[in-house]
């Protein structure tokens, strides 16, 4: 069955950093396009950051541009999410995901934003940042 995990999350004060992971198993993440997203309390989920198959084009949120930094390990069949400079408003479930259709690659800044181009999810992890 194919999964992905997220993991990494947890409480940080305001101003430090975290790492999020996510591992794929019965898959082969290399050939998918990954986004970030969360999901904070009361909201709707949002876009955080995607990477695509090739890893050469990565598009990120306005709010994480400079902060945050997703990248591909291939070899581990993962992708990360460095985050630093929380903030509170960081704080929420994060998520990854891995787009509908292999080897689909989109270069634009607008490429990898909508959530419903993707077809396989983790089940979130939690980010808190204290203040």
């Known amino acids: 069955q194919v999964q992905l995990r997220e993991s990494g999350g947890g409480l940080v004060q305001a101003g430090g950093s975290l790492s999020l992971s996510c591992a794929a198993s019965?898959?082969?993440?290399?050939?998918?396009?990954v986004g970030w997203f969360r999901q904070a309390p009361g909201k709707e989920r949002e876009f955080v950051a995607a990477?695509?198959?090739?890893?050469?084009?990565?598009v990120y949120a306005d709010s994480a541009e400079g902060r945050f930094t997703i990248s591909r390990d291939n070899a581990k069949n993962a992708v990360s999410l460095q985050m630093n400079n929380l903030s509170p408003e960081d704080t929420a479930v994060y998520y990854c995901?891995?787009?509908?259709?292999?080897?689909?690659?989109?270069?634009?800044?607008?490429?990898?934003?909508?959530?419903?181009?993707?077809?396989?999810w983790g089940q979130g992890t939690q980010v808190t940042v204290s203040s």
């Open positions: 019965d898959f082969d993440l290399p050939r998918y396009a």
């Open positions: 995901a891995a787009i509908r259709y292999k080897n689909y690659y989109c270069s634009g800044h607008t490429c990898y934003r909508v959530a419903a181009e993707y077809g396989t």
């Open positions: 990477t695509s198959w090739r890893g050469d084009t990565t």
